[in-house]
């Protein structure tokens, strides 16, 4: 290595991290749920690299993954309580997978919407195993060393996790019929067809808008097959006027990117299982749709 501090050894260090920096954001965004703080966690990983005696490092990868995860149950601790003040249902800010196939390369776990919700449930420790276990399929030894606890306890705190996950979501279905679910969808919602709307979606479907207070998006999250059918088609005439829809992946499934005059206003996609639309996911809020939009 380089002298420590010299110009070639922080060119070194930037290469170091350019290569294992998608790895990195992958953690924190799994982690926090959003693209802004994700972004700011890795500039934070990046200024204690720099910084650091990295003579002393034997494994980059080992060491910024460890500082990033840390990083990120600091920060998930502190985001639970902002989450608690946000106006109206808080939803994982969308990241275009089509733009950024690094997101989903190793494992697309922990990336959908519908698990990323769940995982709001857990601890920030918890949420730290699941991640580095079930996204990276780091070695339980390795996560123990992380989140500095004893290899049994990282494991019981996965499986715990696990089992969360599995408990309260149902089976997916596949990327190709939640694409078509999320067409027809659109389709019906435009028209205002309560019947259609009622036909795809499962009995206790729910509709979340995530507006930030910022636009007139529902501040309370609709329950019901034929709620969120009314509820769709009482603001159909107004919402869809003038609107270009364009499809995009995000998280690894398809959304619909609604535009107006141009600027993309809205992210909306479904969760689906064999009974039929679980969720509909309306995310609206301008500050958290930015990544989505300038790619789209």
């Not at 993954?65 to 985001?79: C, E, G, M």
């Not at 996965?158 to 027809?184: G, I, M």
């Not at 501040?219 to 107004?238: E, T």
Request: net charge neutral; aromatic share 8%; with cysteine.
């Amino acid at each position: 290595m380089s002298e420590s501090g010299g110009p070639e050894d922080l060119e070194q260090a930037a290469a170091v991290f350019a290569g294992v920096r998608p790895r990195l954001f992958g953690i924190a965004y799994r982690m926090l749920g959003s693209v802004t703080e994700a972004e700011d966690l890795v500039q934070d990983a990046w200024l204690r690299w720099q910084s650091c005696d990295r003579t002393t490092v034997d494994n980059p990868a080992a060491f910024l993954a460890t500082v990033t995860t840390r990083l990120a149950i600091n920060a998930a601790q502190s985001a639970r309580v902002r989450r608690e003040t946000y106006i109206g249902p808080w939803l994982p800010d969308p990241v275009d997978t089509g733009a950024d196939p690094h997101l989903g390369a190793e494992r697309g776990e922990a990336l959908e919407f519908a698990v990323l919700l769940l995982l709001e449930k857990l601890s920030p420790t918890e949420r730290a195993a699941y991640v580095l276990r079930e996204a990276f399929d780091y070695p339980y030894r390795q996560i123990a060393d992380i989140i500095q606890l004893n290899e049994a306890a990282v494991r019981q705190l996965v499986s715990r996790a696990r089992k969360h996950v599995l408990a309260e979501r149902r089976t997916p279905v596949t990327r190709a019929e939640q694409r078509r679910l999320l067409t027809a969808f659109v389709t019906a919602a435009r028209s205002g067809d309560l019947t259609a709307l009622e036909e795809l979606f499962a009995a206790d479907v729910t509709s979340y808008s995530d507006g930030g207070g910022a636009r007139g998006a529902s501040r309370i999250p609709v329950v019901g097959a034929s709620r969120v059918a009314k509820y769709v088609r009482a603001f159909a005439n107004r919402f869809w006027a003038g609107v270009d829809v364009a499809w995009a992946s995000t998280n690894g499934q398809t959304s619909a990117l609604l535009r107006r005059d141009g600027e993309v206003f809205a992210v909306l996609t479904v969760n689906a299982s064999a009974q039929g639309i679980d969720q509909v996911l309306w995310m609206m809020n301008p500050a958290k749709i930015t990544a989505v939009s300038a790619a789209g």
